[in-house]
């Protein structure tokens, strides 16, 4: 029998997600989900970001650029409490598969189409994790002329940090541990979560 998320109560602290898998005949795939962040606090830490932006680029022209796949929500939600005059453009970038630690190894899967030299640009990531993403993006948005770069993170990791980058803006510091939902995926799954969950250890 198909079974949805069951146990869904985002805003209790201590709470879980079991996901139980669609397909009955499959082992079932149980993941327990620790709350992080409420969408509540989440939307606060975004207000806040935006008011540094905004204060930051009042009267400049400014390109945003989101990290897919896992900023695109934090970045809608980021835009639209901004009044810049702004324009938005992403870059596909992995390391992390369909696993926990990343390869190391960034992959850039789609670049930015929109003419980089001169500009102001402001980076908007879900997390900085070992920094290898953010370090890769900024040479290669500096390679391309960009007069300025910035960093916005949701969710800063440093004990986690294997290449030092220095960010910008930061909505929450993370502990080490694996957090899904809002953009941020595990095998791709949980993006659409509107709370951040820790992934228990062993689940
Ligand atoms: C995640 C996240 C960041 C990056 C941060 O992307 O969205 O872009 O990892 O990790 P790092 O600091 O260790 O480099 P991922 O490679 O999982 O791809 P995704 O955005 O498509 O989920």
């Known amino acids: 029998m198909a079974r ?3 146990c869904v109560d ?6 879980y997600i079991a996901i139980v898998s669609r397909l009955s005949r499959k082992a ?6 620790n709350l992080f962040l409420s969408e509540a606090q989440i939307q606060e830490g975004v207000e806040r970001l935006a008011g540094q932006v905004q204060a930051d680029y009042e009267g400049r022209p ?3 650029v989101g990290v897919l796949r896992g900023a695109f929500v934090f970045m809608a939600d980021l ?3 901004l009044r810049l005059s702004l324009t938005v453009d992403f870059v596909r970038l992995a390391s992390y598969g369909a696993s926990t630690t990343s390869s190391g190894r960034v ?3 789609h670049g930015v189409r929109s003419p980089l030299r001169g500009r102001a640009v402001l980076v908007v990531e879900d997390i900085v994790d070992t920094g290898l993403t953010t370090s890769f993006l900024l040479s290669y948005l500096q390679e391309r002329g960009a007069a300025s770069v910035r960093i916005c993170a949701l ?16 909505g929450f510091t993370a502990p080490d541990r694996f957090l899904v939902g809002y953009g941020l995926d595990f ?5 659409e979560l509107p709370a951040v969950y820790a992934l228990e250890d062993g689940s």
């Open 4 to 6: 949805g998320p069951s």
């Open 10 to 15: 985002p805003l209790m602290p201590g709470c």
């Open 28 to 33: 079932p795939d149980l993941h327990t989900l």
């Open 62 to 64: 400014l390109l945003v």
């Open 79 to 81: 835009v639209r409490r």
């Open 107 to 109: 992959r850039l899967i």
């Open 155 to 170: 969710l800063d990791k440093p004990a986690c940090r294997r290449v030092q980058v220095s960010l910008d803006y930061v």
């Open 187 to 191: 095998d791709q799954r949980y993006r």
